[in-house]
């Protein structure tokens, strides 16, 4: 009656894929425990590593939980303690982790009546807390593990998509704010025709790669016209960061999600590790506090 989870960070976007592609990080995430009760509601019991509301409805753990809840129906209702290890605000799907993890949760412990489509548009209901809009690129790779393309939010459609065995994430996290909000506000509402073939030819390139564990095609495709020109002005050092890393080894460089964190995909461990010390060299020149992780993608 009471269950442990670890609900992963993800990166969303990918460079080529702004709102559809992401991809799960293997080990950093939040711990959350759920617990049945008898009365019939949701509660936040506690919350550690992080300053976020316990009103239900304000909190997007609280959130996603009243949506899964609210359809459900059980004669019972749930506990929620919440130990935040993903930065709120750090472009890794903080709000993601609470939300996916707090549904996954509450489905095992109502005996799995749902799929893993049906909870990441329960988890949305919390994104849509956080950010104002119900995006599904974070949560779908945390529900669905790997690689995933959102093919469609209304209605919902999630593709899961093949993960290379050797692909490796190096992330920055360099302690500045960017706010989702505003780092969509600054976004063109229109696209050039040219930059958009570019992009959607790196898409579909991108998903054959994993397909076919091209990792020379992936590296070409992980390109992005649209969005990172506006996105990386917010990022200092976005520019030294990535061709530090790609002299490193590194595949291809992007902002992750919204920013202001920045990853790199590397073909194994070790260069993702020199990638590491390649970009850790970059920011320590500078007066910015920064984490860097390294993950295998699953
Ligand atoms: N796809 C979203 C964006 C992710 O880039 O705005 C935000 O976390």
Same mark, same amino acid.
């Given at each position: 009656d009471c269950i442990k989870i670890f609900s992963p960070a993800?990166?969303?976007?990918?460079?080529c894929g702004f709102d559809v592609l992401g991809f799960c990080l293997d080990h950093i995430g939040d711990e959350m425990i759920?617990?049945?009760?008898?009365?019939?509601d949701i509660k936040i019991t506690k919350i550690k590593g992080a300053n976020l509301p316990f009103e239900v409805e304000k909190n997007v753990a609280g959130a996603a939980a009243l949506a899964i809840y609210q359809d459900a129906k059980p004669d019972y209702g749930f506990e929620i303690e919440i130990y935040k290890k993903i930065k709120p605000g750090s472009g890794i799907g903080s709000s993601s982790a609470s939300a996916s993890g707090v549904?996954?949760?509450?489905?095992q412990l109502l005996g799995k009546p749902y799929n893993a489509t049906q909870l990441t548009q329960f988890a949305m209901k919390g994104e849509a807390v956080a950010s104002g809009c119900e995006h599904a690129d974070n949560i779908a790779p945390a529900l669905f593990g790997g690689f995933t393309l959102v093919k469609s939010t209304q209605p919902l459609e999630v593709l899961s998509l093949p993960t290379p065995a050797d692909l490796y994430a190096t992330i920055i996290h360099p302690q500045i704010e960017v706010k989702t909000a505003e780092a969509r506000a600054i976004l063109p509402k229109k696209v050039d025709l040219q930059h958009a073939i570019q992009q959607w030819a790196n898409v579909g390139s991108f998903v054959h790669a994993l397909? $076919?564990?091209?990792? %020379?095609?992936?590296s070409e495709s992980l390109k992005d016209k649209i969005v990172e020109p506006y996105r990386s002005k917010l990022i200092p050092y976005f520019d030294d960061v990535k061709n530090a890393a790609i002299n490193a080894g590194g595949l291809g460089t992007g902002i992750s999600?919204?920013?202001?964190?920045?990853? $790199?995909?590397?073909? %194994?461990?070790k260069t993702a590790k020199n990638v590491e010390k390649a970009i850790q060299n970059v920011y320590s020149k500078t007066d910015i506090k920064f984490n860097t992780y390294v993950c295998k993608i699953n």
């Amino acid at each position: 009656d009471c269950i442990k989870i670890f609900s992963p960070a993800t990166v969303a976007n990918v460079s080529c894929g702004f709102d559809v592609l992401g991809f799960c990080l293997d080990h950093i995430g939040d711990e959350m425990i759920i617990k049945k009760t008898k009365e019939r509601d949701i509660k936040i019991t506690k919350i550690k590593g992080a300053n976020l509301p316990f009103e239900v409805e304000k909190n997007v753990a609280g959130a996603a939980a009243l949506a899964i809840y609210q359809d459900a129906k059980p004669d019972y209702g749930f506990e929620i303690e919440i130990y935040k290890k993903i930065k709120p605000g750090s472009g890794i799907g903080s709000s993601s982790a609470s939300a996916s993890g707090v549904v996954f949760a509450i489905n095992q412990l109502l005996g799995k009546p749902y799929n893993a489509t049906q909870l990441t548009q329960f988890a949305m209901k919390g994104e849509a807390v956080a950010s104002g809009c119900e995006h599904a690129d974070n949560i779908a790779p945390a529900l669905f593990g790997g690689f995933t393309l959102v093919k469609s939010t209304q209605p919902l459609e999630v593709l899961s998509l093949p993960t290379p065995a050797d692909l490796y994430a190096t992330i920055i996290h360099p302690q500045i704010e960017v706010k989702t909000a505003e780092a969509r506000a600054i976004l063109p509402k229109k696209v050039d025709l040219q930059h958009a073939i570019q992009q959607w030819a790196n898409v579909g390139s991108f998903v054959h790669a994993l397909h $076919t564990n091209d990792y %020379d095609l992936l590296s070409e495709s992980l390109k992005d016209k649209i969005v990172e020109p506006y996105r990386s002005k917010l990022i200092p050092y976005f520019d030294d960061v990535k061709n530090a890393a790609i002299n490193a080894g590194g595949l291809g460089t992007g902002i992750s999600g919204s920013g202001p964190s920045i990853f $790199t995909l590397s073909k %194994d461990e070790k260069t993702a590790k020199n990638v590491e010390k390649a970009i850790q060299n970059v920011y320590s020149k500078t007066d910015i506090k920064f984490n860097t992780y390294v993950c295998k993608i699953n």
